[in-house]
């Protein structure tokens, strides 16, 4: 009988495991915090033991409750005989939408954002992927050549004369050929039918997508296994119908992750990191209402070391800086991110900055705070479940112009 625990993301909760179940989630934690990108470009604690999940005994509380955080994802874990749903802090149709716009997941429509409300962010993502994928096949799969290395009784294209020397003294009276082959084997067709195939094995999933992914790896027999390149593959404009599926697909692989033990799986999890995806869907909504010229991310080295500041939002080339907080406003400052965002303004030598972060509307803003000559504004995301993300990025888009509207044309030299 599986059990399910309910956890938020970046908030300590206290969970029921056994001491089995806390090590399998530690492990998890440690593997997925060693994978190359996940914790983003910041490379400040290198020396510090990463984990994405923290598994803590508590004292006072009785055995088998321990404390779990996971950082900064959502999605679903299962340990032994516990699953665990990590919920996104803010509402799930929200991120959701910022996700569409970050680039990095497909923008999913009114309707589909609807049921997120119902469901954890595992089971949307594979079932969207396999109502994409199920959708791509209704055109077919694409054919492609390519490129094919074999020993064969009569030549085809090219022969190679050396491989097929050694082949000869070898005893062999093939030839060594390389060739084109025009066929489904292609690094499009071997991403989808490895998340097929993932899907089609989650442990966790309820037997419809399952039964839907197994239909799908049985119309890709002839689809090789995944391969390290097929990573780097992009869609152009005859393979343009692929894109929902693909996206969908890499994060099915990507978000995955094992731990094998006597042959069956004590743990599993699908796990997508949120910070980096939610600063690019804001950049993308600030950069549709002032125009992309005007809202962008470089970043501005210092004098006399090699470090460099990258703020995530630079307005009109320098004029004003912005940093993005996945956070909810608990309606006071955050000290570490104040310092940053004074630090970048400082980098820029301007005396307007924004940090833009998520609050409730039951939270009370902040009025502007003044550090030296630097003026700090919060600007928010309001994230409240009962209003649309559409509208809640209109009003964030409102109030940056405004703020903008009010510094000075000049910039600082």
Aim: glycine content about 8%; proline content about 3%; charged content about 25%.
């Amino acid at each position: 009988m599986i059990r399910t625990e309910t956890v938020v993301e970046s908030t300590r909760t206290l969970v029921e495991l056994d001491s089995v179940e806390a090590g399998l989630l530690r492990s998890v934690g440690r593997r997925l915090a060693s994978k190359k990108g996940w914790w983003g470009q910041d490379d400040e604690e290198a020396d510090v033991e990463r984990t994405v999940i923290s598994v803590e005994g508590v004292e006072g509380v009785e055995a088998g409750s321990w404390s779990v955080r996971v950082s900064d994802a959502v999605g679903v874990i299962r340990v032994g005989d516990t699953q665990l749903v990590v919920e996104p802090k803010i509402p799930t149709n929200h991120l959701l939408y910022l996700l569409g716009l970050s680039g990095e997941f497909p923008r999913l429509d009114e309707q589909l954002a609807a049921t997120a409300t119902s469901a954890s962010l595992w089971a949307l993502v594979a079932t969207w992927f396999v109502a994409a994928t199920e959708r791509l096949l209704r055109r077919d799969l694409l054919r492609d050549y390519q490129d094919e290395r074999d020993e064969l009784l009569a030549a085809r294209g090219r022969i190679d004369p050396q491989a097929t020397g050694y082949g000869f003294y070898a005893g062999r009276m093939g030839l060594v050929c390389d060739f084109d082959e025009f066929g489904l084997d292609t690094p499009l067709n071997r991403i989808l039918k490895a998340a097929a195939g993932a899907v089609a094995a989650s442990p966790v999933l309820k037997a419809d997508p399952r039964r839907r992914a197994q239909r799908l790896l049985g119309r890709m027999e002839d689809v090789g296994e995944i391969q390290l390149g097929d990573w780097r593959v992009r869609t152009d404009r005859r393979s343009g119908h692929y894109a929902d599926a693909l996206a969908l697909g890499r994060h099915v692989l990507l978000g995955q992750g094992r731990t094998l033990a006597h042959g069956s799986d004590l743990a599993w999890s699908f796990l997508i990191r949120t910070p980096e995806m939610v600063e690019s869907g804001i950049r993308a909504v600030l950069a549709g209402a002032l125009g992309p010229d005007r809202v962008t991310k470089v970043g501005r080295a210092a004098t006399g070391a090699t470090l460099t500041f990258n703020p995530d939002l630079v307005f009109d080339g320098g004029r004003a800086i912005g940093d993005v907080k996945y956070k909810l406003s608990r309606g006071d400052w955050d000290r570490q991110d104040l310092n940053q965002v004074v630090t970048f303004a400082e980098a820029f030598r301007t005396d307007a900055a924004a940090l833009i972060r998520f609050r409730s509307s039951s939270v009370a803003g902040r009025p502007d705070l003044r550090v030296g000559d630097t003026v700090v504004r919060e600007l928010t995301w309001l994230a409240d479940a009962d209003l649309a993300p559409t509208e809640a990025a209109d009003n964030l888009a409102k109030a940056v112009a405004k703020w903008l509207a009010d510094q000075p044309v000049a910039m600082s030299a």
